[in-house]
């Protein structure tokens, strides 16, 4: 069965430090693996979509890693800022633009 | 520059009561459409898709139904809402239709509380 799994389902951190989040998925053919940023009440935004043959790309703060072996991915942010609080989703498509399967996100808090 | 939009933004609704959601897409031509259900705590689930006008693919079998009566114009109905209805409602589109990898632009959502 395709599915996307992540961690942490939340996490709490101060202004200006670093964190890592989680995605692992079991999803065959695999054709790309995307995160996207939701906040509150709006609609996801992409972050990063990369392939099979793409280990990491960057986006400003963010930086997305991806093992396509062990079938991971991570979401590293750096020197995080308050509008940083959101949930991060992590989506992987099954070689079709119509089969995404959506990870249910990491919500994210950044306190001052 | 492209745009997506959706309405109502929010709506609260009784059970058994019919349902009308619009999307429109503007600054582009034979977009994928898609629609999306998103309930609190949980990943999206994707409901329909549409290649182009009139072609409506369902992925979840329900009480909800689409249309695309136009090129950039698609429509989430019901003719009974139910309790389990409730959620946050998405659309999306992605050009070049039948392409491979490329991005998804959501609008910015739909509340819906079935009552």
């Known amino acids: 069965k395709n599915q996307v799994e992540q961690s942490p389902q939340s996490l709490i951190i101060l202004e200006g430090k670093n964190c890592t989040l989680q995605?692992?998925?079991?999803?065959?053919?695999?054709?790309?693996l995307r995160w996207y940023k939701q906040d509150t009440g709006r609609g996801p935004v992409s972050l990063t979509i990369m392939t099979f043959s793409e280990n990491t790309k960057s986006n400003g703060r963010y930086t997305a890693t991806l093992d396509a072996d062990t079938k991971q991915s991570s979401l590293h942010i750096t020197a995080s800022q308050l509008s940083d609080s959101a949930s991060y989703i992590c989506v992987v498509s099954a070689n079709s633009n119509y089969q995404l399967i959506w990870g249910a996100g990491t919500k994210l808090i950044i306190k001052p | 520059s492209q745009t997506i939009h959706q309405w109502p933004a929010t709506l609260v609704q009784p059970v058994g009561s019919p349902l009308s959601l619009e999307c429109t897409v503007e600054g582009t031509s034979n977009p994928n459409l898609y629609w999306y259900r998103q309930a609190a705590g949980r990943g999206l689930q994707l409901l329909f898709y549409s290649v182009g006008i009139g072609q409506i693919s369902s992925e979840v079998p329900q009480n909800l139904s689409a249309s695309r009566p136009q090129d950039r114009q698609f429509i989430l109905s019901s003719k009974k809402l139910l309790l389990s209805d409730s959620g946050f409602y998405l659309c999306?589109?992605?050009?070049?239709?039948?392409?491979?990898?490329?991005?998804?632009?959501f609008g910015p959502g739909t509340r819906l509380t079935v009552t």
């Open positions: 999306a589109w992605t050009g070049l239709a039948g392409a491979v990898s490329y991005e998804q632009y």
């Open positions: 995605c692992n998925y079991t999803v065959s053919p695999f054709s790309n």
